[in-house]
């Protein structure tokens, strides 16, 4: 009882009419969330719209046994009646112009699931049934089973545009969403603002589901999810496990970093870590933990508040000079440099960070091991994904790198992981999927420390 929710390119709302779709499913059945592609924040949206925690399924980083085993596994912890996917981008869009990784179309065909197309149907009538023939007939494959169309002026439009996609395309009509700034959200460099940030996100959410629910059909929806085919046999696990030893995994959680996927940290769990979260805005010093785990997140916004908390970063900078293993993240690369935008951070790499107007990465990262380090043995090869607009100044110098880049950018001429005794900070965010090595090695890491 699945389906996968996809735009038709660059679908203005995707993300609000895929929230509100859980959300108002959610008043009389267990929704259990996902995002198709590398991202953290709609995923937050997603959670709290469904109180269940909303997973990332993507075909670069997994196998089609892999988003099998990631779908099933998250449908069982939450017991959910109904499995939702959020695409991304436009339904065919992935990384390369005629193949599929990277898609939402691979999603679906890897869960055997139904598509709910979402149409940005602003001027169109006739030419909608058109576009939704495009999509369908480009891979039959995809089950294209109905069509939402999005920026409707007017009940006469929406009439007419669904009458023309009903007859020519062959394909229900189950809503028309109205051209209504009351379901817009706000946006940052990175996309929409973390639900963290935003006091007043639940009320926005409820409202998007009361906007869903007066202009959706839900039970034709409910319906075609009962109708699903059933998943194709074939499962692989998300990570490895192995460690025995007991340890505690300190991971920097609050306004500031939170892009974590959740099974990176659940894959810790299962390799004996106990999860411990403690805030560089807010907490004085660092936990008494065996490792430390900094994700990405906004520390250019919260740098002024980041730089006031001096025992924090005091704390910090002597766990790394103690030679205690660290991973950090983007955003926790950022924290752990000298400074973001003049202000100063933990200072245990010796570089500025700086913000700049331009993106300086988007893009899925295949990376490879130079040497041995907490998280892989030399030769080791992942993959992952980097987005930021931010830039760490070498200068001239020369530091230790733990990651060959084979496909992406990262920090200096196709070189990642700024590395330092047992610390490492890199531009590439991990999913456990694309790295099943990660938790192992992290948490056999954090053993070995904690013996000393």
């Known amino acids: 009882m699945r389906a996968v929710i996809a735009g038709t390119g660059s679908a203005v709302g995707k993300t609000t009419i895929s929230t509100g779709i859980m959300r108002a499913l959610s008043d009389d059945y267990d929704v259990q ?9 709609d995923p937050t949206y997603h959670s709290l719209a469904t109180g269940n925690n909303s997973r990332n399924l993507d075909s670069f980083f997994m196998s089609d046994s892999q988003i099998r085993e990631g779908f099933e596994r998250a449908m069982k912890i939450s017991g959910a ?8 981008r ?22 055997n699931a139904p598509v709910i197309l979402i149409l940005n149907s602003r001027s169109l009538v006739k030419s909608a049934a058109a576009i939704v023939i495009g999509f369908k007939t480009l891979d039959p494959s995809i089950k294209v089973e109905g069509v939402i169309l999005n920026l409707v002026k007017n009940r006469k439009h929406y009439l007419k545009a669904k009458e023309a996609v009903e007859t020519l395309a062959n394909t229900p009509v189950i809503g028309g969403i109205p051209r209504n700034i009351a379901i817009q959200v706000e946006q940052r460099h990175l996309g929409l603002v973390p639900a963290v940030e935003r006091e007043s996100i639940l009320q926005s959410i409820e409202k998007w589901g009361e ?25 692989e696990p998300l990570w490895f496990e192995g460690n025995r030893e007991r340890v505690k995994i300190g991971v920097a959680m609050d306004e500031v970093f939170n892009f974590y996927y959740k099974e990176n940290l659940e894959a810790m769990q299962a390799n004996n870590a106990e999860i411990i979260l403690f805030s560089p805005l807010h907490d004085d010093e660092l936990p008494d933990v065996d490792g430390v785990y900094i994700g990405g997140g906004y520390p250019e916004i919260f740098a002024e508040k980041l730089e ?11 766990y790394y000079n103690e030679g205690n293993p660290i991973y950090a993240e983007c955003g926790g690369l950022m924290y752990l440099s000298k400074s973001i935008n003049g202000r100063d951070m933990c200072n245990v790499f010796k570089y500025p960070s700086k913000m700049t107007k331009n993106v300086q990465a988007l893009s899925y990262v295949i990376s490879k ?10 030769g ?62 992290f948490t056999r890491s954090a053993a070995s420390n904690e013996k000393k």
């Open 33 to 41: 969330p996902f995002k198709a592609g590398p991202d953290y924040i």
């Open 81 to 88: 009646d109904f499995g939702i996917v959020e695409g991304v």
């Open 369 to 378: 091991a130079q040497k041995d380090n907490i998280i892989l043995k030399q």
């Open 211 to 235: 906007v869903m629910a007066e202009n959706v059909d839900l039970d034709i929806l409910i319906s075609i999810m009962k109708d699903a085919e059933k998943l194709s046999n074939g499962r």
């Open 308 to 318: 006031s908390n001096e025992s924090m970063r005091r704390s910090l900078y002597k």
């Open 90 to 111: 436009g339904l065919y869009e992935g990384i390369s112009p005629l193949e599929d990784v990277g898609s939402t179309a691979s999603i679906a065909k890897a869960l």
């Open 380 to 441: 080791d090869i992942f993959r992952g994904h980097e987005f930021h607009y931010s830039k760490v100044d070498i200068g001239n110098s020369k530091p230790e790198f733990a990651f060959k880049i084979l496909r992406g950018t990262g920090i200096l001429g196709l070189e990642d992981g700024l590395m330092d005794k047992n610390t490492i900070a890199s531009y590439i965010h991990t999913h456990i999927a694309a790295c099943p090595q990660f938790a192992l090695n």
